[in-house]
């Protein structure tokens, strides 16, 4: 991590802070593509990640990022808003990208909801500033509560959408309709609209749909069954009894493993596999990084047999 300060704070929408944050001695970041994130260290034990607005592709000058106040907070938005001023130092992971823009689709579908516009917004301007085919629709409860509304409204193909204004939910479908060939779509939003599009497009080819999930989708529930662990490193052998998470099963053994979200959402518990059959149950792997499995997220994937951690 390192200390940046915030040189900038705005109002993006309604209850939306934007932070602009720099280095001390103003000096270049390292870059970032399009729905890569950070994570603030908002203290000790409180870490947040927050995606980044700006344009990242060559050495930028400052990260970006917006922050919703959220009622449901569990410290996070209510210490951005409450808590953070203009000069304040404040401690920053190097940008990473679970949400990554496939640069060679042919067509693009985003759909964002509230805060979720974040990532979306910056892959709509690499689009836009590339001429790619394109389309966008946001959908915010109010007018009050979309951000970039004068820069998405000169963009001509955005569509904003506020639930107040008597027409209801935002009409998915004709964003969901059959793709053509070459067609990615990018959702995020909260959870009922990542539902709703992830179950209506189902049937759309392997990968071409990408979700950038803030809690986990709820699951049908699965009977966790106990397994053994094999540290390649360091020889160790462990039980996770049916009841424990890996990621508590390698803490009580004393083996330190960052985690964020504790729900397969953030990516932080990237853990590397040399061998086992994974059972994976996180948000952030492709479908085929999962078949791969070259990695796991250890706060919520389990293994079917004994499984090999490099570690
Ligand atoms: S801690 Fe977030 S994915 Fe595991």
Redesign the pocket.
């Known amino acids: 991590m390192i200390a940046l300060k915030i040189s900038r704070i705005t109002t993006l929408a309604e209850d939306i802070r934007g932070l602009t944050l720099v280095r001390p001695d103003g000096g270049e970041l390292p870059s970032f593509a399009p729905g890569a994130h950070i994570d603030l260290r908002l203290s000790d034990d409180l870490v947040r990640q927050y995606s980044l607005i700006n344009d990242g592709a060559k050495a930028p000058s400052c990260y970006q990022v917006g922050v919703a106040r959220d009622p449901h907070s569990r410290g996070g938005s209510a210490f951005v808003h409450d808590h953070l001023s203009k000069e304040m130092e404040i401690r920053v992971s190097a940008p990473r990208n679970h949400f990554p823009l496939v640069e060679d689709a042919r067509n693009y579908v985003f759909i964002a909801g509230g805060i979720g516009i974040t990532p979306i917004y910056a892959m709509a301007r690499w689009c836009a500033a590339r001429g790619k085919s394109w389309k966008l629709a946001y959908a915010t409860r109010t007018a009050g509560r979309c951000a970039f509304r004068d820069e998405l409204r000169a963009f001509g193909q955005a569509h904003l959408h506020h639930d107040d204004e008597g027409k209801g939910v935002l009409d998915l479908a004709p964003y969901l309709e059959t793709p053509a060939v070459g067609t990615h779509l990018f959702c995020c939003g909260p959870q009922p609209l990542m539902t709703a599009v992830k179950d209506a497009t189902a049937n759309w080819p392997v990968g071409s749909v990408h979700f950038e999930w803030f809690s986990a989708p709820a699951a049908a529930s699965t009977a966790n069954e106990p397994f053994e662990v094999v540290l390649h490193r360091s020889g160790q052998r462990l039980s996770v009894r049916s009841d424990q998470t890996l990621l508590a099963a390698l803490r009580d053994a004393g083996v330190p493993i960052a ?11 990237e853990t590397p596999v040399i061998a086992g059959e994974i059972d994976h149950r ?1 948000q ?1 792997l492709t479908e085929d990084e999962k078949a791969t499995g070259k990695t796991m ?1 250890v ?2 994937s389990r293994s079917r047999g004994t499984l090999v951690l490099d570690l």
């Open positions: 985690s964020v979200c504790a729900e397969g959402v953030c990516g932080t518990c996180d952030v997220m706060c919520c």
